[in-house]
């Protein structure tokens, strides 16, 4: 299945400035005509070795959109990207053998997955795949113990020690500053609010936590038992003495060798054959074609919002529901796109947005098949729009569910008078200071509030129940803002399948009623910005390679990402489909 983009075409008078002004531009010097050179002038893919090693470097969380800039690339290659060229390799009668670096400090579970399932796909072809560590923790050996060998340099360490689940609470620093976050929600395990009203977890909070937690784990050991061909049991027990020195893992199994990176190529399998970076096979991947048969591949990806979606800044990836509805419309009209793929990555956002994407799907599913593909996080708003496809896939360690509402705001008076800032109001309309961020809500003002927070939680019930053809008292049985993990989501009727997005590509396929062979074009959405484009707006928001979370790469930033978009979504005062920030080590 092959894999472009198509590039949008600017309009002519604005191309016409543009070129008068690239014009100018160029005259100015050389350097300035090698800047631009570069921006037009295409470069040939790498050449592939005849007896290929691939030295895959795996830097994680990845990014699930590529860079739609014309003349920039994102700092590491997507999710779909090292998954494509995994499944290209095992084909790929140049590459005899594979190896797998790792970094993946704050990953999630489902991309984790995701990719050690590539791996084990990968091995069936009958090509070995080396796993080499300079350290790991539960994430890495999770993904290492898919490979034949996991060779470990002399000097690490195997940090396998179980899981814990993190999660922030803010109330003290708001109470230090005079902010008192006046919070409605509706659903006992809808805890977006908490992480702002309380200064630990609440009994269902903890409880829900503990359940993801566990399901984790026991995911993660039955992962390493299946790769290590040992008993769950057995696997427990290690994990239980862990941490362990390199020479400890390799005693008790976990490790096979212990050798520096320089040595892999004197070893079989990797001796003899010849080195290619990962980075550079990516490249030979993507060689673009066209056929009559195509796919569109649409990502929701970050928080919800009304509007334009932007990719970047501190506020982290934001999904707007006026982009998101033109690309689905747009494909909707296309005859010659046969089905539609979504590609959920989103904690949800704004109830109001989120019912302009899940209308505009469920107009498309009505004339052609609209498949779901449920990434690390698909809650909440995320699980909203995910309802009108004909199939559902998640992982099994995908965030989602959280049927529920929370809205409120922060009451800043408390800090006006710390600074000592005086505050008053005059107003006219028995509410019209509901919104005030001055005073809390009122009695009347609360249940007003929460009386349409109760409606747009009945719609959330509605429009699940009818998207999973189940009823609203069994809906609202799993719903009340639980979350659950994509292995207890199949269980509980809220997705179909377990599997990554080429299962549902596949599935997509197979509804279109392609032919078994037919080649195949993805049609990517956001679409690659033209040169024309990039230079109306060269740091506009839809540059995804300035966001915060893929510049520093840690788990802290992305939950800063998470937060700084709830804290803004909160001040607009709508209810709001949101699940609280997780992460974990």
Known sequence: ??????????????????????????????????????????????????NATVYLR???????????????????????????????????????????????????????????????????????????????????????SAADRVVMMPAGQLDLTGLTTYELFFRGMFDKIGVYPDMLHIGDYKTASNTMTERGFTPAHREMSKSLNRDWFDQLVAAIAEGRKKEPADIRKLIDEGPFLAEDARKAGLVDELAYEDALERTPPIQ????????????????????????????????????????GGLGGNVLGSDTFAQWVRKVRLDPSIRAIVVRVDSPGGSAIASDVMWHELMLAREVKPVIVSMGDVAASGGYYIAVPAHTIVAEP????????????????????????IGTDAVSDGKLAQIYSPFKPFSPEEKARIEDQMRSTYELFLS?????????????????????????????????????????????????????????????????????????????????????????????DARVMDNALSMFRLFRRGEPLMMMPNVFWN
């Open 1 to 50: 299945m092959s894999y472009t983009r198509f590039v949008p075409s600017p309009n002519n008078s604005r191309k016409v400035l543009l070129i008068v002004l690239l014009l100018l531009v160029l005259a100015i010097g050389g350097s300035a005509v090698a800047m631009f050179a570069l921006m037009f002038a295409g470069t040939a893919p790498p050449t592939v070795p005849s």
């Open 58 to 144: 795996v830097t994680a969380p990845f990014q699930e959109v590529q860079s739609i800039d014309p003349i920039f690339v994102t700092p590491t290659p997507t999710l779909r990207e090292t998954i494509d060229a995994i499944r290209q390799a095992a084909k790929d009668s140049r590459v005899k053998t594979l190896v797998v670096m790792f970094r993946t400090e704050g990953a999630l579970w489902a991309q984790l997955q995701e990719l050690r399932g590539a791996i084990v796909e990968f091995r069936k072809s009958g090509k070995p795949v080396t796993a080499y560590l300079e350290y790991g923790g539960a994430q890495e050996y999770f993904v290492a």
């Open 272 to 311: 003899g054959t010849r080195k290619i970076t990962g980075e550079n096979y990516i490249k030979t991947v993507y060689a673009p074609f066209s056929a009559t048969n195509r796919i569109a591949l649409l990502y929701a990806v970050g928080t919800i919002a009304s509007g334009k979606s932007s990719f």
């Open 397 to 420: 360690g995908t965030i989602t569910g959280s049927i529920g509402v929370v809205t409120g705001k922060f009451v800043l008076k408390g800090t006006m008078e710390k600074l000592g």
């Open 463 to 555: 429009r699940v129940a009818e998207g999973r053809k189940s009823t609203r008292a069994q809906i609202d049985a799993v719903g009340q803002g639980r979350v659950w993990t994509g292995k207890q989501a199949q269980e509980l009727h809220l997705v179909d399948e377990l599997g990554g997005l080429d299962r549902a590509l596949q599935i997509a396929r197979q509804q279109a009623k392609f032919e078994a062979n037919a080649s195949v074009d993805i049609v990517v959405y956001p679409m690659k910005r033209s040169v024309f484009e990039w230079l109306e707006d060269p740091l506009g928001s839809n540059n995804n390679s300035t966001s915060l979370s893929s510049v520093l790469r840690q788990p």
